[in-house]
């Protein structure tokens, strides 16, 4: 007799949550504890698991003790370790103990806050949050909805990207007078332009013979050029085409290169495109004022997001979206079912953020990023920015005292790309290097290619990462390369 | 002194994260604990949140009992209480102490498994547990990766629908020969579809002139006709249209209306027309024997999608979507930027679950299926859903015992459609039955119009909700209708 009866089946039963949930944070804890021990990245092989499961699910419940042992021996040996120290790919996704409380606390209230009657407080919060947000990054008033603007927390930057360039393009359909003109929307980025811009302009229905990957170079840091820019929308427009949309960065993945906002939202305002600033990694960094500079010029944009799941210890996923114009979005995405009919909506006096973002369901995100943000306060949330660039510049002083290697491109935040300098003969030098340190499973780095050249990123900024743990990085970088050069 | 350096701020230190994190756990089993004492839907005004709270983030750090202070005194009152067993409405969001424990281990090792190498665990999980969830569907072998197809966890029965609809316009835009066809391509849905498919198809950028709405009526149980379907299909047709897709519901949101899958995927056949079934609510009570009926023809789909996180005890978010040619949709969604090239990906061996979805980063959200499969077994899946069926029948049955009420459609699983008889003068009647039922804090409901009437919905089935609480719903009915009819 496994089928037990509601009496005696009691799946949210408080107690047994207590005990259960507590046993859970115990192994977690003890992951954290551990989790230097396991190598960085995986070094298991295609289909592994499937070996280790069965082909069908239990007919039976099992013992949370079983599965706890499963995750230990089946699941953590295929884990790449993103809370590792010794993580420096991508970008890093922080997690923190604020972050996973704020976590626990929506998955525990399980509310589902389509609209403003369906929990008030989800959309409360997370417009109060959204400004406070915007409030540390000085974000001009036109983006606050103390101002004339207003924000909304998805889940990732292609998200929101797909979110605003929709408003844009039924802006632009509305005045054009018809769908059919879709074909002749043309969105602009630089080649270093994050590639969700380019998969969301697609899943939007803009040709992607339309979408303009404009060159950048060392001259510029691999920042996009306003003249490169004016020469093609110039050439479009002669064409017959219509610029719609324009994706500045502030940051960009492959080396944190940073887009002249101020000047290109001159070239965004002459030509009517809809500027959105991705600042998905370094926006967490412009809470710092020596580094807001890089803002500078953020009144000319329709929008800007950035990620506090990537660098502001905000446990996955969290994204930020600001907009000047939220009726935009809501003309584009709103839908007004009877099912969902109440008088706070048709009152007009509410935010109802399904018509915000993609889905109807959404989490109460924005306890977590509430949590994130008092439980640290300003004061800690600088000191984690800055000790992630301060120990990215000892990085990048350790690679430049190294005559054997080059910092390939400028740092501006936590990120360092370097390589070593090749011989002629040696054109994989950097990816074997790159391989030598990942399988060692000692740290996890990624590459990026620049202007053709491979370069090696560092990436500083897991939660746990000190100080001795880039030191260690630059001794075994520094091994592995005279391996390599012998 | 607020600013604490590196060594003294410690946001992931173990013995805090555990401490902490188990006052939290304390929190929320004291809230479930207590859940049934709150009025179910809040009883806030708009704008209460912003006069609680400053109107900027703090500077210093704030204490952990200070925050769970603010979440009783501000949060708490703003909160419509989904996981209380008197929550009626819409339909429900299963919370349990199985699919908390995932969320946590998820939210704690924090990886983002965007393709197979960024963390292996997390990509051959999912396909596991989508198999073993296809499986306990008795899904055809075409849409399991141990047969032809394959599945992916999606946030939103949206982004499935996105992902597909995109998925389909990508194939048949390449059969048409150039994207100016996309103006050309239909969209089909009952009116009783959800409205998130109107909403997927014009984000696609299909013109929303091209979404037709196929009128369903009490004569089928507003069930979508499959002869209704191809009158319009064929109109479409004879006006130069290319028909492309057409969404079938197991279990429509206002009524639990069942579309007939196996006639509709003949016409769907006949015409080419991707078939997709949203099975979002009912999906998981096909997991009984003697409901699986109801997918009957489910081998004629190309996609099929339902939501773990509505019925099926696994907190938010979390929607199953199965293809039966996983590579369409990696076609249309696919992205292959430099910054992510690595071995396994280009060895072809590996699935990249960031081809099978809007976003780049994912969380690792098969965790959260695989842990309440496993925790539960099939047995006591069932019993949670028989035991959910069993009340709305009893709860049918009660209805039907008094005169003044009548059952308006047929009830199919947990969700129960009636309404006070109205006399001619009293329009707003059922209107108001649920205002005041609502109003008094004991319950939320929900409503529907169907063919122009106004129904109360009941939807039965939060993890929480027992016999005596859908008791005690009637007999709050019973006295509220009493009331209105004096």
Not at 178 to 203: M, P
Request: aromatic fraction near 10%; hydrophobic fraction near 45%; charged fraction near 20%.
């Amino acid at each position: 007799m496994v089928s037990a009866s509601r009496k005696t089946f009691l799946p949210l039963d408080p107690v047994t949550f207590s005990n259960e949930s507590k046993a859970v944070i115990d192994f977690i804890a003890d992951y954290y504890e551990n989790v230097e021990k396991y190598p960085v990245q995986s070094t298991v092989e295609p289909g592994y698991l499937s070996a280790m499961l069965p082909e069908s699910a239990p007919y039976c419940p099992e013992p949370l003790q079983d599965i706890l042992e499963d995750v230990s021996n089946c699941i953590i040996p295929g884990l790449t370790h993103w809370q590792s120290p010794n993580f420096f790919a991508y970008f890093h996704a922080n997690a923190s103990t604020a972050g996973f409380f704020g976590e626990m606390l929506c998955s525990g209230f399980n509310v589902v806050g389509f609209n403003w009657i369906s929990s008030p407080a989800a959309t409360e919060l997370e417009s109060i949050v959204l400004d406070w947000m915007g409030k540390m990054l000085k974000l001009p008033s036109s983006f606050l909805f103390s101002g004339t603007g207003g924000g909304v927390l998805h889940g990732s930057t292609c998200e929101a990207a797909v979110c605003v360039l929709a408003a844009a393009r039924d802006k632009a359909l509305k005045e054009l007078g018809g769908w059919e003109n879709i074909t002749k929307l043309v969105v602009y980025a630089s080649d270093q332009t994050h590639f969700t811009f380019q998969k969301a302009a697609k899943l939007v229905g803009i040709p992607p013979s339309n979408f303009r990957l404009i060159e950048t170079s060392f001259s510029t840091g691999f920042s996009l050029s306003p003249e490169n820019l004016r020469f093609v929308i110039e050439d479009d427009i002669r064409s017959g085409l219509v610029p719609l949309f324009l994706c500045a960065t502030i940051g960009t993945t492959p080396s944190g290169a940073v887009d002249p906002i101020a000047e290109l939202g001159k070239v965004a305002m002459e030509f009517k495109l809809w500027l959105h600033i991705d600042a998905a990694y370094a926006g967490s960094g412009c809470i710092c004022p020596e580094l807001r500079h890089y803002l500078d010029g953020v009144e000319l944009a329709n929008s800007i997001s950035m990620n506090p799941h990537k660098w502001f210890l905000t446990n996955m996923d969290c994204c930020c979206l600001w907009i000047k114009e939220p009726k935009l979005l809501v003309d584009s995405l709103s839908t007004d079912p009877e099912i969902l009919r109440n008088n706070a909506s048709k009152s007009k006096a509410v935010v109802d953020y399904k018509d915000w973002q993609i889905a109807l369901s959404r989490r109460f995100r924005a306890l977590k990023l509430w949590v994130v943000i008092r439980r640290h306060g300003l004061a800690n949330l600088m000191c984690h920015i800055r000790s992630d660039i301060a120990m990215a510049k000892r990085f990048e002083a350790l690679v430049g005292e190294d005559e054997r290697f080059e910092i390939v491109v400028p740092r501006k935040f936590a990120l360092v790309c370097f390589r070593l300098k090749p011989k002629v003969e040696e054109e994989d030098l950097n990816c074997k290097l790159v391989e030598a340190i990942n399988s060692s499973g000692r740290a996890f780095m990624s590459h990026a290619v620049l202007s053709g050249i491979y370069v090696i990123r560092c990436a500083i900024g897991t939660t746990l990462t000190q100080q001795h743990h880039v030191d260690a990085l630059w001794k075994l970088i520094q091994d592995k390369a005279q391996s390599l050069l012998m």
